[in-house]
């Protein structure tokens, strides 16, 4: 078979008619582009969530208390006060694939400093809360697990904070007062941005959760222990021990606390990203189909325009199947050509709304792979019917053919 | 000397319609090496089916056809495509060019469709050396648009001799020309004849077919005459006489 002498002969005959080629390729660029820039946006935002998700820390595990009822008025969870420091600490050295745990407290309340005050969260924390958490210190230090055993009046305060409260910037080494109770502040926190509720995750104070719990919250119980666990895939293996350690703890009460995971809340956000891609991907590949209706549209054109010239091929020798192998080379250059040149403004698209919106777009190797091919297969599927149709004509009524 | 064209009693009828068109009826001829033949007869003679038939676009209903000693009949459409390609050129009365494409392109289209693999640089050589043969080497980047219609019509015939075929094929190879230019196309036909090159064409011009060597007359789809031409004319002379014609005229309207 001859096919270079026929990729030749398609060559040719979509450089006679440049113009035409191009503007039957835009629908396949358009579309292929579509389809590129959508997924790439779709997979921007995964990475983003999925970045937000990990910004929450690694592998983390929170057990929350139980609900309370007080005459007859139902708490809810949390309200119950029930989990003990001393729950945290068997946690940690009796669930093994435990790597740190924070006792945690929680607590709005009013700090002072400087002549100014600011309504901010007050956290009682461990000193292992800022590595379960992977939120470095910018500045100065953190405390230690001496300054949790004595109660130390210590903090490390969010950029927040710290900004209202020390808008000279010389916080580390200054006091700040909760409670009119005077705490000095050993370190400012990198800026970790809001949370995807919405929350400002600076502004807040963290002071040892003993501090908190004699100090400040004035409570014998936890808001919560955070626990990070060695594996994401020994998380809900660490789960139920801790559930069991707690429940035996308890010996045989009701259980008044619940165990948590955030692989939960990563997939519900990661699924919802996905859907979104699929969606953003199916309108895009719509776009697609009607790019290949185009070339075949523009292909049966060409056939009933270029009756004459199949009929002069046909005279001098060519086979029917090399007029058809024509035509469909011609329509799968078309598209190729298209997907790939779309494939380069996606890519580009993508880039330019990253560099005007900022939108975090992510070009994906399999996205690319699977337009080009799908461009291709257009202009086979939608070749097919011309070229069939140019290679079933008669040689003396094409070359009749006005 | 060896026929290249058989025929012995060929029918052709078109069933297309109500009415049967009996286009050919019996027709019996040879057609050796090296002659020169023009098929001449009114619209609707046959002679144009009779020459799709020589030519391998159409099989006869009834007849044999031998072609360089291969019966046609038993062949199917790619079979007489490799035929028309290795044994046939074409020359049509509306030149049949692509546009858009270098005459030197358009030359190497038999190659391209050959049975066998020619290299990019032996067609181009093969090309430039079928143009030079019709006299237009120095024509082969141009586009069929740039040409006139004489130099369109020898690239046709350029095409037709690329792949070395045993018989031309010219279907009223002048009927789009001016007579000058019909002189400077029958020169080229002439030229190629006495280099030893069968032609066969249609006509309905007596003088065009009075540079050819037979002629042959068809009504109602028969042969009523065949007959060696007596006094053929040369292109090389009848150029002459018209140049020498219009200089006159050119003279006479100067004075």
């Known amino acids: ?402 | 000397m060896s026929a290249i064209v058989q025929l012995q009693d060929i029918h052709k009828v078109y069933d297309s319609g109500e009415v049967a068109v009996h286009a050919v009826r019996g027709v019996s001829l040879t057609i050796g090496r090296g002659e020169f033949l023009a098929i001449m007869g009114a619209s609707g003679s046959g002679k144009s089916t009779l020459m799709n038939l020589i030519g391998c676009l159409d099989r006869p209903t009834k007849g044999v056809y031998r072609l360089d000693d291969i019966d046609v009949a038993g062949l199917g459409r790619d079979e007489l495509a490799d035929l028309r390609n290795h044994k046939l050129g074409f020359v049509f009365q509306g030149f049949n060019l692509l546009s858009r494409t270098t005459a030197l392109e358009n030359v190497e289209l038999p190659m391209l469709y050959g049975r066998h693999h020619v290299g990019a640089r032996t067609m181009r050589e093969r090309a430039l050396h079928s143009l030079e043969t019709v006299g237009l080497g120095n024509r082969a980047d141009h586009f069929p648009s740039q040409l006139s219609g004489g130099q369109q019509q020898r690239v046709a015939i350029a095409r037709a001799l690329v792949n070395e075929p045993r018989l031309l094929l010219a279907d009223e190879p002048t009927g789009n020309l001016d007579s000058k230019t019909s002189v400077e196309v029958m020169g080229v036909f002439q030229q190629l004849n006495e280099a030893g090159i069968t032609i066969l064409m249609v006509t309905h011009e007596l003088d065009i077919a009075h540079y050819c060597k037979r002629n042959i007359v068809m009504r109602d789809g028969r042969v009523v005459s065949d007959t060696p031409v007596t006094q053929r004319l040369d292109a090389r002379v009848e150029m002459k006489r018209l140049l020498t014609a219009e200089a006159e005229h050119q003279l006479t309207e100067q004075s």
């Open chain 1, 1 to 402: 078979m001859r096919l270079t002498s026929t990729l030749i002969v398609s060559f040719r005959a979509l450089r006679r008619n440049i113009l035409r080629s191009a503007l039957t390729s835009l629908g396949i660029i358009i579309g292929v582009a579509a389809v590129i820039a959508t997924v790439s946006i779709g997979n921007g935002a995964k990475a983003q969530v999925e970045g937000q998700i990990a910004s929450l820390g690694q592998n983390i595990i929170s057990v929350f208390p139980g609900t309370s009822t007080a005459g007859g008025m139902r708490g809810g969870w949390g309200s119950a006060s029930t989990l003990t420091p001393e729950d945290a600490q068997a946690i940690l050295t009796e669930v093994p694939g435990v790597v740190a745990v924070s006792p945690e407290m929680r607590d709005r309340s009013q700090v002072l400093a400087n002549g100014l005050n600011w309504n901010t969260m007050i956290m009682g924390e461990s000193p292992d809360y800022l590595s379960i958490r992977v939120w470095p210190i910018a500045e100065g230090g953190m405390f230690t697990e001496q300054d949790v055993r004595s109660y130390s009046k210590v903090a490390v305060i969010g950029k927040t904070v710290a900004d209202q409260l020390f808008p000279d910037g010389d916080a580390v080494g200054g006091t700040i007062r909760i409670r009119n109770i005077p705490f000095k502040v050993l370190g400012i926190l990198e800026t970790k941005g809001f949370n995807f509720f919405g929350q400002d995750q600076d502004d807040t104070v963290i002071i040892p959760y003993t501090s908190h719990l004699r100090r400040v919250s004035r409570r014998q119980y936890l808001n919560s222990i955070v626990i990070q666990a060695v594996a994401p895939e020994q998380i809900s293996l660490i789960q139920q021990q801790i559930t069991d350690l707690l429940q035996q703890r308890r010996s045989g009460r009701e259980p008044d606390f619940t165990v948590r995971n955030q692989v939960e809340l990563a997939q519900a956000a990661t699924e919802t990203s996905r859907t979104m891609t699929w969606l953003l991907g199916a309108i895009a590949g719509v776009s697609l189909i009607v790019g290949g209706i185009g070339i075949m549209n523009i292909m049966l054109v060409s056939v009933t325009e270029r009756t004459r010239e199949i009929g002069i091929r046909l005279a001098i020798g060519a086979h029917g199947k090399e007029i058809m192998l024509q035509f469909l080379t011609e329509s799968v250059v078309l598209s190729a050509f298209g997907g790939s040149l779309g494939i380069a403004l996606g890519i580009g698209a993508s880039k330019l709304m990253t560099h005007l919106n900022g939108w975090p777009t992510l070009v994906s190797t399999n996205a690319i792979l699977i337009a080009f091919v799908f461009s291709a297969a257009v202009g086979i599927f939608f070749g097919f019917y011309p070229a069939r149709k140019a290679a079933q004509l008669d040689p003396i009524e094409a070359l009749r053919y006005e």
